[in-house]
Antibody, heavy 117, light 108 residues
Framework: EVQLVEAGGDLVQPGGSLRLSCAAS????????MHWVRQAPGKGLVWVSR????????AYADFVKGRFTISRDNAKNTLYLQMNSLRAEDTAVYYC??????????WGQGALVTVSS | QSALTQPASVSGSPGQSITISCTGT?????????VSWYQQHPGKAPKLVIF???HRPSGVSNRFSGSKSGNTASLTISGLQAEDEADYYC????????FGGGTKLTVL
């Protein structure tokens, strides 16, 4: 069974840092592109970042460029999102998703990140 | 990267068909056949129902279909069922990925 399990969500103060992880199982992790997508409470889906299967090509939404870093460890079947300089508006459920460069065909259950003092 | 435009809500009766539009620009929807659609029930993760404009993932009902004309993509759900009531989001490749604002489907 294909499974994606996010972890690392927490309450963090503005300006702080947090690292999310997404553990993959049930498929060949190294064969797939991966995405991070977020959803603020009561709001819509917003794409955050993408990484290719080899980990050498990444892309980011403009509002996280320079603050967030996506990475992956194919040996550990794990995707990461390092989030620095967090702002209140970064408060959201963060989903990891498996897919191609343009879509996600399998999503995790999400990790809640709350940025507040 | 401006969000794609979707109607805030649509509704239909069981058995009917509905169509949700997704309007972008010549830089996203109009340039690539890389439009996807997702279904999201309250409190749940999104589920892919259409990818690359009109392809259905394995296991998705053939009541779901997608199309595109110019800068506008569409999702059609035929034979509406109560379980189809959910939020629907379109997305398009645009260098990165851009989502629409979402459409709430109500089955009357």
């Amino acid at each position: 069974e294909v499974q994606l399990v996010e972890a690392g969500g927490d309450l963090v103060q503005p300006g702080g840092s947090l690292r999310l992880s997404c553990a993959a199982s049930g498929f060949t992790f190294s064969a797939y592109w991966m995405h991070w997508v977020r959803q603020a409470p009561g709001k819509g889906l917003v794409w955050v970042s993408r990484i290719n299967n080899g980990g050498d090509t990444t892309a980011y939404a403009d509002f996280v460029k320079g603050r967030f870093t996506i990475s992956r460890d194919n040996a550990k079947n794990t995707l990461y999102l390092q989030m620095n300089s967090l702002r209140a508006e970064d408060t959201a459920v963060y989903y990891c998703a498996r897919g191609s460069g343009s879509y996600g065909d399998c999503w995790g259950q999400g990790a809640l990140v709350t940025v507040s003092s | 990267q401006s969000a794609l435009t979707q109607p805030a809500s649509v509704s239909g009766s069981p058995g009917q068909s509905i169509t949700i539009s997704c309007t972008g620009t010549s830089s996203d929807v109009g340039s690539y056949n890389l439009v996807s659609w997702y279904q999201q029930h309250p409190g749940k993760a999104p589920k892919l129902v259409i990818f690359e404009v009109s392809h259905r993932p394995s296991g998705v009902s053939n009541r779901f279909s997608g199309s595109k004309s110019g800068n506008t993509a569409s999702l059609t759900i035929s034979g509406l069922q109560a379980e189809d009531e959910a939020d629907y989001y379109c997305s398009s490749y645009a260098g990165g990925v851009v989502f629409g604002g979402g459409t709430k489907l109500t089955v009357l």
